[in-house]
């Protein structure tokens, strides 16, 4: 049985990419050192949130092998005799007896239980958001993004993974306080390294000799290249959109393709959201007063600074996101375009066509997979027979 077992359930886009990137890089070193992150990949630990949370449109097309990951996290735990750690900010939202569910089977793998949150102050927070889900095919402009999420009813989704006091009630349920860790993220300005080290001191292993370079930076947009992606996605019917595509656009595409198309130009709250963000953040700081738990960092840490002078992607113009555009195209090898409207078709049909299958599945009626064994080897058989590819 594990001694303690460190479960860290978000919250999203608080670094949480930053750790999993050197947590993962240096596993090995840390499971020498008493820390061991069960499973052979970090994917694993998505699928084991899947599985948690309920995700059931995911969960019900993988592999018997994929949806046991989270029991074989729990049996990893079980043999170990030092500290594990479970790391994944889909565990975030996890409905409240699903989140219960969980603690009681991870006591079961452990002496002890220990609740790991990160969390970042919204006025960075609410960018970071817009960005990450145009990247996985959003079209929703940034400034009607901010109205959606101040109206709360309008974009529950985005609360389900920042609302910090109710992701606590809903993962502490159970848990003394001194087992609830609440890392900050450091303000603008820190060393780069501190999220990092803040998390080792919670998880109490010595990580000063490590290297600090992530291996797959997790780079952010500029203004105009965000914009130019979301006009992208609008070109895109939704019926189209695959899980390949996104994967492409918001990795290889984002990172080797569209990064550098535009002059550098970093993300601002506009103005007239300040006070009620900086007011939500006043209760969620507020409420983390009145817990006894373990704060890692500085609570001011989540009061954001004064806003910046600067431009939204609402305000970026159309020959700015042509001029992108033709950057874009260049570096896929494709001509410059005649017009927006090209530029924009032309980048949609690249990332369809790049990431579209080699040849269509052999059953368009229905699910591949519901095709029997024998029915698909006869078929095969018969296409050897005559002939056919």
Do not use: C
């Amino acid at each position: 049985m594990a001694r303690r077992v460190f479960l860290h359930v978000g919250t999203a886009k608080s670094g949480t990419t930053y750790l999993h990137d050197l947590w993962w890089q240096h596993h090995e070193t840390l499971r020498h050192r008493g820390l061991l992150l069960p499973g052979a990949v970090m994917r694993e630990h998505f699928l084991a949130a899947a599985v948690v949370k309920g995700m059931d449109a995911l969960v019900g097309r993988l592999s018997t092998e994929e949806r046991g990951a989270w029991q074989r996290m729990l049996e990893q735990a079980g043999k170990w005799h030092d500290d594990v750690l479970i790391s994944h900010e889909h565990f975030s939202d996890s409905p409240p007896e699903a989140a219960r569910r969980a603690l009681a089977e991870v006591s079961g793998a452990a002496d002890e239980v220990h609740l790991v949150l990160t969390v970042r102050d919204l006025a960075r927070v609410l960018p970071s958001a817009w960005q990450q889900r145009v990247k996985q095919g959003a079209r929703q402009p940034y400034g009607a993004f901010l109205d959606a999420v101040r109206d709360g009813a309008a974009d529950r989704k985005f609360w389900r993974y920042q609302d910090v006091p109710a992701i606590l009630d809903r993962w502490t349920v159970g848990l003394p306080p001194e087992r609830v860790h609440v890392v900050t993220v450091p303000p603008p300005g820190a060393p780069r390294d501190e999220l990092w080290r803040r998390a080792a001191h919670v998880l109490d292993v010595d990580v000063d000799d490590l290297s600090t370079d992530p291996r797959l930076p997790n780079d952010s947009l500029g203004i105009v290249e965000a914009e130019l992606l979301r006009r992208v996605n609008a070109r895109i019917p939704r019926q189209r959109r695959t899980l390949e595509l996104t994967r492409y656009a918001k990795g290889r595409f984002a990172r080797d393709v569209l990064a550098g198309s535009a002059r550098p130009e970093p993300f601002v709250l506009p103005g007239e959201h300040a006070a009620w963000v900086r007011a939500r953040a006043d209760g969620i700081v507020a409420d983390l007063r009145r817990r006894s738990y373990d704060v890692v960092g500085d609570l001011d840490d989540l009061l954001p600074a004064a806003p910046r002078e600067g431009r939204t992607p609402d305000e970026v113009d159309d020959d700015e996101v042509r001029s992108a555009a033709t950057a874009v195209l260049a570096r896929l090898d494709r001509p410059a375009p005649d017009s927006l409207d090209d530029a924009l078709d032309a980048i949609a049909t690249e990332l369809e066509t790049r990431t579209s299958p080699r040849r269509p599945p052999a059953v368009t009626r229905a699910d591949p997979a519901q095709e029997s064994a024998p029915r698909s080897a006869v078929r095969r058989a018969v296409r050897r027979l005559t002939g056919r590819s």
